[in-house]
């Protein structure tokens, strides 16, 4: 640790002697100056193509150079250099929270197979709402929007909104692009690569087609070194002092958190008439995960920093499809834009349940060889539809109206296996099937929406804007526990489309014996107001109030039957209003744990936008306060802690950006960043957060404290970029680009409760060096160059550090505790040739 901050901070006095010989170089000509100007991103985040540095909100946007320049592969990688904003990365198989401005409704560990991003940030695919963590390849540029965006973005745009801009077909060119990357981990066993292509091909004038298409195959870094070699057979914890009984139960997996990605574009764009333009799109990308992301150096097994204690392997494949129309026409008074999707999300993945049910305290662990494993499915998918009118003539006046129309599926289940234990306790279950969940929700979600500005005087504008919104939900679930009985017959699961059928009709029947139906609605109106005023040519200010939004929904967990005291099956079920849950008379539920409702923000926020010395400085910040009501937050239920998010009563979030960039000269340029933020509970919060009682794995819940920290965003942060241009004699040109990024310490739980770990602060730094001679181009990078370890995320806590005791006499390590970690130094190349 001591030599990775001095490394850092030699790397931090290095930049700052550039800055310094970059200041003493001869200013940028005139020609110079017009080039930075012209450099400036246009972005069509207000639905009108504007300039970042013209538009009156906090908004960031890189483009598709910038993109290249920097190596970014993933969201992620973008999200690191803007304020305000982060992603906890918690692999690929884990589905990872977008988090701004510290509105998070996600722990650092729940979320298995998240498919929203956390729920507070909108993403979307050019104009279709779609959430995935999209392969950054033939991208125009990323927008992010900071703040809440409902009236324009509607639902889940609480903390803002990110749009990936695919680079459109063209009519005027033939190109054909090919790359390829060779990368390392410090810490992995294999090489990682990435292949792929973009062409452009102009059928006719006004007829275009343009496709890329890329394989990653990313080795990974984690190794499971306690998979056992047989389940229910093997024993998960032999001797560790006895090599001989630790091979033959045990086996290592090398690499296992590897992950093969095929991701592709095809559109056909057709404009056959000055004023009708129309873009086909179809989106692929297929991700082949082993495993997780993870570290147990914290757990009772004390691993290596780069090892998971898992016992199984945890592969799982996620898939997502987009087909999109996006039309525009250009009416003279107005641009008519019609934007249709259609999309499908399928997750089919396997994880190891053992620490769950020997910690529910029903005896599993007295079996010597006790190992579960869960098998789970799911498949989301959804129509989207959005028509909006956006004024173009010339007037002191401009206005926007739309209307937005959402339906969407989710199906699911999820099969749990104990191998061996149905024999050793004396049931006839030859499956080994323990318990069986399935769930089906349909949502239908519709809105208006408007904005009028007016140019008050030629420097001083105000914007006023508004959202009318409905939505349906209904969903239902249904539990069982085959072990115990005889129940149906699961040996031939069926599959996840004629599943998807029976349940459609059942759920339409009505509730069906055994399930649980749950239902919602909501409509409400959104608000927003923005005036902003010239101060100079250069210097904008503006003042923004705006709102968001988000739908509740289903926990996906069936209800709990009445309480029973002679029963003794499980209770891995959702608890309601006033339902007993134990024997003593104040042992009732105060809370609706089978669903939550929606929540809302309300922003406050000043800010001013600044292009200084002739174009070659951008300096912009913003200050705000947000008001977040009825906040959905993670918690736990009570039966069997599993992970569900409630509703809490209050909270809020402050602080503020700063982010601008220097051209020092013709070579030299630097960007940069820094936010701070304050989120907390602005009310008690009774029974959110879960721990456990030491000892023994009983759920106890504690109550959150107005003025708890909110988990998951830390106060502080800040990167930089630099980047220094070297013409050659030969034509050619090399570029020496260094990147820093760095967070301060963040909760894992709300006020740090029931033993949650803070994460400490880390800094990541990523250099590279770029040979260009104009077609084809040779990259050699480091990432992560210093070699730091960092948790970005946790599972449990240390009081989970437990050892049981099996009939046998042996022990049983509980290893529900680990925290997910980063990329290990990385060191590669990657090479690109354009054809034209």
Request: charged share 20%.
């Amino acid at each position: 640790m001591f030599r990775s901050t001095l490394l850092q901070q030699a790397s931090l006095a290095v930049l700052s002697v550039g800055l310094a010989l970059g200041a003493s170089a001869q200013d940028a000509d005139t020609d110079t100056d017009t080039e930075l100007r012209a450099q400036t991103i246009t972005v069509t985040a207000t639905r009108r193509a504007e300039s970042v540095q013209d538009i009156p909100l906090n908004i960031a946007a890189l483009g598709g150079d910038q993109l290249e320049e920097q190596g970014f592969d993933e969201l992620s990688d973008v999200v690191a250099y803007i304020p305000g904003i982060n992603v906890v990365d918690r692999g690929g198989r884990q589905g990872n929270p977008i988090i701004v401005r510290g509105l998070n409704a996600d722990g650092l560990g729940s979320g298995d197979g998240n498919n929203d991003g956390g729920g507070t940030v909108a993403t979307y695919i050019g104009e279709i709402p779609l959430f995935v963590d999209l392969k950054l390849n033939d991208l125009e540029r990323v927008e992010v929007l900071l703040g809440p965006q409902g009236t324009l973005y509607g639902a889940g745009t609480l903390g803002g909104a990110i749009r990936y801009i695919p680079v459109k077909p063209q009519f005027d060119a033939d190109t054909l692009e090919v790359r390829s990357e060779i990368s390392k981990y410090s810490e992995a066993a294999s090489l990682s690569y990435e292949t792929g292509l973009t062409f452009n091909k102009s059928i006719t004038e006004s007829f275009a087609i343009r496709g890329s298409i890329d394989y990653e195959d990313d080795s990974g870094f984690i190794d499971y070194p306690y998979v056992v070699q047989e389940i229910g057979v093997s024993d998960p914890d032999p001797d560790f002092t006895d090599p001989d009984d630790v091979a033959a139960n045990l086996r290592t997996i090398t690499d296992a958190n590897g992950e093969r990605t095929l991701s592709g574009r095809l559109a056909a764009r057709w404009e056959p008439t000055a004023w009708l333009d129309g873009t086909l799109t179809y989106y692929y990308q297929k991700s082949d995960i082993d495993g997780r992301q993870g570290s147990s150096a914290r757990s009772t097994l004390e691993t290596g920093e780069y090892e998971l204690a898992k016992r199984v392997p945890e592969p799982n494949e996620i898939t997502n499809q987009l087909l999109a129309l996006e039309v525009s026409a250009d009416l003279g008074f107005a641009e008519l834009t019609s934007a249709t999707g259609y999309s499908r999300f399928d997750d089919d993945g396997q994880r190891d349940q053992t620490d769950l049910l020997i910690s529910l305290e029903y005896s599993y662990e007295l079996f010597p060889t006790f190992t579960a494993y869960t098998h789970e499915k799911g498949r989301t998918t959804t129509f989207n539809q959005e028509v909006r009118l956006v004024s173009t003539t010339e007037s002191r006046f401009n206005w926007i109206i739309g209307a937005f129309y959402n339906n969407s599926d989710v199906i699911s289940y999820s099969e749990e296996y104990t191998p061996g234990y149905a024999d050793y306790v004396g049931f006839d279950r030859p499956d080994d099937l323990e318990y069986y969940s399935q769930f089906y929700s349909s949502l239908e979600e519709a809105a208006l929406f408007g904005e009028i500005g007016y140019d008050i005087t030629d420097k001083w504008s105000v914007t006023v804007g508004g959202r009318y919104y409905e939505y349906d939900l209904e969903s239902y679930s249904d539990v069982d526990f085959p072990l115990f009985d005889s129940g149906p017959d699961y040996t031939q699961t069926v599959g996840i489309s004629a599943m998807e059928d029976s349940l459609k009709s059942d759920f339409a029947a009505g509730s069906p014996g055994g399930t649980e139906r749950t239902s919602q609605s909501d409509d409400g109106t959104l608000f927003k107001f923005n005036t902003s005023y010239d101060f100079t040519d250069d210097i904008l200010g503006y003042f923004t109030v705006s709102e968001g939004y988000r739908i509740g929904n289903s926990n996906g967990i069936a209800a709990c039957p009445a309480y029973d005291p002679t029963d003794n099956q499980q209770g891995a079920c959702a608890l309601q209003p006033g339902q007993q849950f134990g024997p003593g008379a104040g042992d009732v539920s105060t809370r609706d744990e089978t669903q939550f409702g929606p929540d809302t923000t309300t922003n406050y926020e000043l800010g001013f936008k600044s292009t200084l010395m002739d174009g070659r400085v951008t300096l912009n910040g913003a200050a705000y306060y947000i008001e977040w009501t009825d906040p959905q937050l993670s918690s736990a239920t009570i039966n069997a802690s599993l992970p569900i998010t409630v509703n809490a009563e209050g909270a809020e979030t402050k602080g503020f950006e700063l982010n601008g960039g220097w051209m020092v000269n013709d070579q030299f340029s630097l960007r940069g960043s820094y936010s701070h933020t304050e989120a907390k509970l602005t009310a008690d919060a009774p029974g959110l957060v879960s721990t456990i009682s030491v000892p023994g794995f009983s759920t106890v819940l504690l109550d959150g404290k107005d003025g708890d920290r909110l988990p998951g965003s830390p106060e502080d942060q800040f990167s930089v970029f630099g980047s220094y241009l070297m013409p050659l004699e030969n034509g050619a040109e090399v570029t020496f680009n260094a990147g820093y990024t760095w967070q301060g310490d963040v909760l894992s739980r709300t006020g740090a409760l029931g033993d949650g770990l803070t994460l400490d602060s880390y800094g990541v730094a990523n250099v590279s060096a770029v040979y260009d001679t104009g077609d084809w181009q040779a990259t050699f990078f480091v990432n992560n160059l210093f070699d730091e370890y960092y948790e970005t995320g946790v599972v449990g806590t240390r009081l989970y550090n437990q050892t049981l005791t099996d009939d046998a006499g042996g022990p049983v390590y509980v290893r529900t505790y680990y925290t997910f970690v980063g990329a290990p130094r990385a060191v590669g190349v990657r090479f690109k040739y354009k054809f034209e």
